[in-house]
C-alpha cells in the first residue's frame, strides 16, 4: 500500500489536475500553459512523462538529489580550518571576502554564514531597532559632508588609544579620515584643511556638539558689533573658508557617520591586525591604503551627476585660516600678553598704546601678531622668576604641660599624725 503513496506538493497537484483535463481533452494545451505559465513545449514534454510514468511523473526529477553544486566534506574543512586559525572573529561578510583575497577560497558569504553557524564560530546577532526619522540623501556630491571624532581601541592594546577624526559625503558615503591621539582643535582644523585640500569647500559640515565645535560661552563685544553669535576656534575658521557649520541635536540625526564607524570598528581593526600595525604613524600610512579599497567597496551613486565642493580662492592661505586666533591689547610698555607668555614690540608708536591686536599661534608653534592688516615684529621677554629667600626654621618649642595639684601619698611624713584621715580623703581624690 505504501508504495502507492506519491508524495506531491500543492503546486504539483495543481499542475496534475490541469494536465489530465488537457489529456482528457477538457482543456486546450495552449490554456494550461497559460494557466501554468509555461510554454506549449513545456506542456506536452509534461503530458508525455506523465503518460511514461503516470502521476509521478509530475515530480521535478532532480528531487531526493544532492545539489552537484554542493560544497564537498573535505573542502569545508579546509574552510572551518582557516577561519578558526585566522579569522575567528570576523563576521560572514569580510571573512568572505578575506578568504578569496589572502587565502585564494572563494566560498559565498550566504554558505560561510551557514558553515559558521553550524561550528558555533558566529552568532547571530539580534539589535533592537529604533525608530528615527528617515531623511533623504543630498542630490549633489560636496552638499553636505558629515563629520566626527571616533574613540574606539583601533590598536587592540598593540599601540596607543587613537581616535579616528572622519568625514562622510552625504550624498555619495565617500569616506576621509585620519587617527590623531585625541579629539580636539587641532585633529578638526588639521583634518579639515587635509579635506580641503584634497576634495575642495563644502557647502556644509554636519557634526554634533563636541565642545571643539560649538560653544556655551555668551559673544563677545566684537562679535556683538558684528551681529554674529559665539564661535569657536573651528567654526570661526570653516566661516572664513566658506563653509557652513550645521550641529546635530541627536547622534541619529548624523547616521551615516556612525554607521561608517560601526563598520570600520570591525573591518579596519580586523585590517591592521593582519598587518601588525602597532602605531600612529603605520595606522595613518594604512589607511591611505585602505580608504581607496572601502569606499569602492561601500560608496554610492549620487542623484545628480555634479561637485558642489569649491576650489579655494586666489589669496587665500589656509595657513592662516587653521590657527588659534584671538584679540590682545598693546599695554603702556608695548608688551602684549598670550597664555603666560610676554611679547615686546619692536618700533612701536605711541599711538599704538591700548590698540587692539591679533594674536595668531599656529600649530608649527610658530606665533604672529597682526595690527591694522599687517604683521608686527616682536621678541619674547622672559620674565625672571622671583628669588625664593629660605628662611631659618627655628626649632619648635614642645608645649609645657601644666602641673597638677600635688597630692602627697599616705606614707609622707605630713600624715603622720592622722595617717587614716589623710589616706582616705587620698583615696576620694584619685
Not at 560636496?142 to 574613540?151: A, L
Request: glycine share 6%.
Amino acid at each position: 500500500m505504501r508504495e502507492d503513496i506519491i508524495a506531491l506538493s500543492r503546486k504539483e497537484i495543481k499542475k496534475l489536475r490541469i494536465i489530465h483535463m488537457v489529456m482528457d481533452g477538457c482543456m486546450i494545451q495552449e490554456k494550461a500553459g497559460e494557466l501554468l505559465g509555461l510554454s506549449g513545449r513545456q506542456v506536452r514534454r509534461i503530458i508525455k512523462k506523465v503518460k511514461q510514468q503516470g502521476d509521478e511523473g509530475i515530480r521535478h526529477g532532480n528531487r531526493g538529489r544532492g545539489s552537484p553544486r554542493k560544497m564537498s566534506k573535505v573542502y569545508e574543512d579546509r574552510v572551518i580550518h582557516v577561519i578558526k586559525e585566522r579569522y575567528r572573529d570576523f563576521g560572514p561578510t569580510l571573512a568572505s571576502e578575506k578568504l578569496l583575497e589572502s587565502e585564494g577560497i572563494r566560498i559565498s558569504k550566504e554558505k560561510l554564514r551557514q558553515v559558521m553557524l553550524d561550528q558555533g564560530i558566529w552568532q547571530r546577532k539580534r539589535r533592537r531597532r529604533k525608530i528615527h526619522p528617515w531623511r533623504q540623501r543630498k542630490e549633489y556630491l560636496g552638499e553636505m559632508v558629515q563629520m566626527d571624532g571616533s574613540h574606539h581601541d583601533w590598536l587592540e592594546g598593540r599601540g596607543p588609544q587613537l581616535v579616528l577624526m572622519g568625514y562622510i559625503d552625504d550624498a555619495t558615503n565617500r569616506f576621509f579620515g585620519r587617527f590623531y591621539d585625541y579629539e580636539g582643535v587641532y585633529p578638526a582644523m588639521d583634518t579639515l584643511e587635509r579635506y580641503i585640500r584634497l576634495y575642495g569647500v563644502p557647502v556644509s559640515l554636519y557634526l554634533d556638539k563636541h565642545s571643539t565645535y560649538k560653544t556655551t560661552r555668551q559673544p563677545s563685544v566684537d562679535e556683538l558689533l558684528r551681529g554674529q553669535s559665539a564661535a569657536t576656534q573651528f567654526e570661526r575658521a570653516c566661516r572664513e573658508v566658506g563653509t557652513k557649520v550645521i550641529h546635530a541635536h541627536s547622534p541619529q540625526a548624523k547616521g551615516r557617520i556612525e554607521r561608517v564607524f560601526a563598520t570600520l570598528q570591525d573591518r579596519l581593526v580586523k585590517e591592521m591586525r593582519l598587518a601588525g600595525v602597532n602605531t600612529i604613524k603605520e595606522a595613518n600610512e594604512f589607511l591611505e591604503y585602505y580608504l581607496p579599497k572601502h569606499n569602492e567597496r561601500f560608496a554610492k551613486e549620487q542623484l545628480k551627476e555634479r561637485d558642489l565642493h569649491q576650489s579655494l580662492p586666489k589669496g587665500v592661505n589656509l595657513y592662516e585660516i587653521f590657527c588659534l586666533r584671538a584679540p590682545r591689547t598693546i599695554n603702556n610698555g608695548y608688551i602684549i600678553r598670550w597664555k603666560g607668555r610676554r611679547f615686546l614690540i619692536h618700533n612701536a608708536t605711541i599711538a599704538m598704546r591700548r590698540r587692539k591686536v591679533e594674536v595668531r599661534e599656529h600649530f608649527d608653534s610658530k606665533i604672529t601678531i597682526k595690527f591694522n592688516g599687517r604683521y608686527l615684529k616682536f621678541q619674547e621677554v622672559l620674565e625672571s622668576k622671583p628669588l625664593k629667600i629660605q628662611q631659618k626654621k627655628e626649632p619648635v618649642k614642645g608645649k609645657v604641660s601644666k602641673k597638677g595639684k600635688y597630692i602627697p601619698p599616705p606614707d609622707h611624713p605630713w600624715r603622720r599624725h592622722n595617717p587614716k584621715l589623710h589616706h582616705n580623703r587620698y583615696l576620694e581624690r584619685v
